[in-house]
């Protein structure tokens, strides 16, 4: 037995550790990078048959998960650029797919303000839009009346229904300047975050818009709900019209909304409750149009009935005075 204060050297048997050099001495050296690029063909064209005889030595069950690994990372890959970094180019890319879930939530920069709650959209999906890690850049329409139809996104906040401008040979209904106005300030020439919900008749999309607050990241904090603050502010009503969309808030709560606006006699509200909503305005507009056709073929059979009424009286008075 071995005893620490004893002058015997210890049994190396006995099951004290090995010395570095006794381990560099059993182990059998790595190979290293110069030992298989050695194996390696002298020609180029002998490559391809080297590897085919490389993997035919390897077993079948590693082949078989190398290819599925494999596709599931390209899978992978694909989907994740296509929800993250593929910027979609104009509304009729918005498939069925993308809105069926209503939870497809879209960054862009407003290009135009269309009328009071529509506008034209720039997807800017991904980074690279802003300063200071700003590489890529929103181009500048050529056109202000197209307002880059074909690059932009048709986007009807959701839940809110603006006075309408002048339209259908109408003048715009009133309040509708103030409205727009409101509206151009809040997101006209800023990022937005839009939530995807469906399309309207007219082939818009309807989402519903958030201006996200300065110097806090809108991918966590989006913002407040641009048609609640219409709304709120009383420039706009809320929609309840077939298809209609409230996003993450319930139709109750853009009514609360509603009713302060009203009691606080805020925007169009300013003359209490007999504002004329946007839907009864569009309703009366076309009434009258469709009247006018009426009235118009009317006024044409009299003024032809009235020569041929003329032409019998004259007649009438020429044979009474020949006494005919």
Not at 142 to 160: P, V
Not at 162 to 168: F, K, L, Q
Not at 171 to 194: L, M, N, T
Request: one cysteine or more; proline letters at 9%; hydrophobic letters at 35%.
């Amino acid at each position: 037995m071995w005893l620490p204060w004893g002058s015997s050297s210890p049994n190396p048997s006995s099951g004290s550790k090995p010395k570095p050099e006794e381990i560099a001495k059993v182990a059998p050296p790595s190979p290293s990078l110069n030992d298989w690029t050695g194996s390696l063909p002298s020609e180029p064209s002998d490559y391809p048959a080297y590897f085919a005889a490389r993997l035919q030595s390897l077993p079948p069950e590693a082949l078989l998960v190398t290819f599925a690994v494999g596709g599931a990372s390209v899978v992978g890959t694909t989907a994740v650029y296509r929800r993250y970094f593929r910027r979609i180019p104009n509304s009729g890319w918005v498939t069925p797919n993308i809105l069926k879930t209503k939870k497809r939530w879209v960054k862009g920069y407003v290009t135009k303000v269309g009328d009071a709650d529509g506008f034209r959209l720039y997807h800017t999906p991904s980074i690279g839009w802003r300063w200071p890690f700003k590489f890529r850049f929103i181009p500048k329409p050529k056109d202000q009346r197209t307002a880059m139809k074909d690059q932009t996104l048709g986007i009807r906040i959701a839940g809110a229904d603006a006075p309408e401008g002048a339209n259908w040979g109408q003048p715009a209904q009133p309040f509708y300047d103030e409205a727009i106005a409101w509206f151009k300030g809040r997101v006209e020439g800023r990022f937005v975050y839009c939530q995807l919900h469906s399309k309207d008749q007219h082939g818009r999309i309807v989402a519903s818009v958030h201006v996200p607050r300065r110097l806090l990241p809108g991918v966590f904090f989006k913002g407040p709900s641009v048609s609640i603050e219409m709304i709120r502010a009383g420039w706009a009503v809320v929609y309840e019209q077939s298809g209609a969309e409230y996003g993450a808030y319930s139709k109750e709560y853009y009514q609360k909304v509603e009713a302060e606006a009203i009691s606080a006699r805020r925007g169009l509200w300013v003359n209490g409750t007999n504002a004329e909503k946007p839907a009864e305005w569009k309703k009366r507009v076309r009434a009258a149009k469709s009247a006018k056709p009426a009235e118009a073929e009317e006024e044409e059979v009299k003024e032809i009935e009235q020569p041929e009424k003329s032409e019998s009286t004259v007649r009438s008075t020429v044979r009474r005075w020949l006494g005919w």
